[in-house]
Structure formats: structure tokens, C-alpha cells
């Protein structure tokens, strides 16, 4: 039976998505690591119970970071996976978290470098995980991963998100690309954003 689509909680995208991301998706949700991008997850940390592990600031500086924002969070699980962390430790860690949970990995860039057969392990295990409780898998990528790595996030993800960012002399344009839909159609055109301390749509210019 057909799931139905959850809300990523900025308007905008969900009618370019026809309502969301179909429940069960993993999403790769790629951007330059000096953008705002993480708003886009903080959006859809608001939308459900959401379990957000981090591979780069500690909870408490997470943590810090929920508490400052303009925008409404939720109330997010927060975990940290220090670098040695092995997967399987991870893995208990998704394992624990309720069958209302949605996944948010920030950033994946820590474990794109490590083993890419146990890496790739890793996300069908994730991948199983958010299908079975009908929930979302997102993976915050920064940048580019010369490893070989993102080929295996980027392969892995039902949907890929890519935020790029075009500073000219006089402003700072910004546009989100849905580049890959599996089972459903990719966007044609960017969907032109706002990052500031909120994400907004951006109706100033054209950036086609």
C-alpha cells in the first residue's frame, strides 16, 4: 500500500512535492557547509519526532543551537557519534528510537570517509529502518566528498536535495534543486529560497 507524504515544513517545497517527501524516503540533502542549510533540517525537525545525530558538535552544542533559533524545532532527540563511534553503535542508537521517529544524520561528510562497504551497510540498515516505520532518513552533506563516498550516499538516496548559491557584488541568490526523485519526477526548475534566519521563498528575482 502507498504511503502517504510527510511535510518538510517549508511551504514552498511540499506543493513543488506535491504535499512532501513520500514517507520512507532517504533524502541526501547537499550544500555548500557555508550556507544555512541546516534550517532546511530544522524545518523538518518541527514536523515529527525526530531523532538528530550528530557527527560533528557534541549534543551540547547542538543542543545551543536548537535553543537559539528564530523558528519553531520541535523538541529533537539529540546524539552524538564521535568519529571512532563504530556503526553498529550508531545503528543501536536508530534502533532505539521509536517507529514515529524520523532520522536526520549531521553531516553524513564523517562517515562518507570511513569504510564505504560498511558505510553502504550502514544505509540499507537506515534504509530498512525508514521504511518499515514509514518515516524519513536525511543526510546533511557538505560540499563535495573526494573519497568516493558521496557516490555511495548519492546512489543510496531515494531523493536528493542540492542548495546552491550564486554571490554576486549586490546579493546573495539562493535556490534548491530537486535533482533525483526515485519513483516520482524531479523538479525542472530551482525552487528559489531565502536563507536567513528562517527559509522563505524568494520572489525578487528569477534565477531560471
Request: glycine share 8%.
Amino acid at each position: 500500500m502507498e504511503r502517504g507524504r510527510m511535510e518538510t515544513g517549508v511551504d514552498v517545497v511540499d506543493d513543488y512535492l506535491d504535499g512532501g517527501i513520500p514517507a520512507g524516503s532517504l533524502v541526501a540533502v547537499v550544500a555548500p557547509p557555508q550556507t544555512q542549510s541546516e534550517l532546511l533540517l530544522y524545518r523538518v525537525t518541527a514536523q515529527r519526532q525526530t531523532l538528530y545525530l550528530s557527527t560533528l558538535r557534541n549534543e551540547t552544542s547542538v543542543k545551543r543551537a536548537f535553543n537559539r533559533q528564530a523558528i519553531d524545532v520541535g523538541n529533537p532527540m539529540v546524539a552524538y557519534a564521535e568519529p571512532d563511534t563504530p556503526f553498529d553503535e550508531i545503528g543501536d542508537v536508530v534502533g532505539r528510537a521509536n517507529t514515529e521517529t524520523n532520522i536526520i544524520v549531521d553531516t553524513a561528510n564523517t562517515l562518507e570517509r570511513r569504510d564505504h562497504a560498511d558505510y553502504q551497510s550502514f544505509l540499507n540498515k537506515l534504509h530498512t529502518y525508514v521504511q518499515r516505520t514509514g518515516s524519513l532518513g536525511l543526510l546533511h552533506c557538505h560540499g563535495t566528498d573526494p573519497t568516493g563516498g558521496r557516490t555511495v550516499t548519492l546512489g543510496m538516496a531515494d531523493i536528493v536535495f542540492e542548495l546552491r548559491r550564486d554571490v554576486t557584488s549586490s546579493e546573495i541568490e539562493t535556490a534548491l534543486l530537486v535533482s533525483k526523485f526515485r519513483g516520482g519526477s524531479a523538479l525542472t526548475e530551482p525552487i528559489k529560497l531565502e536563507l536567513t534566519d528562517d527559509v522563505t521563498v524568494d520572489t525578487s528575482r528569477d534565477l531560471a
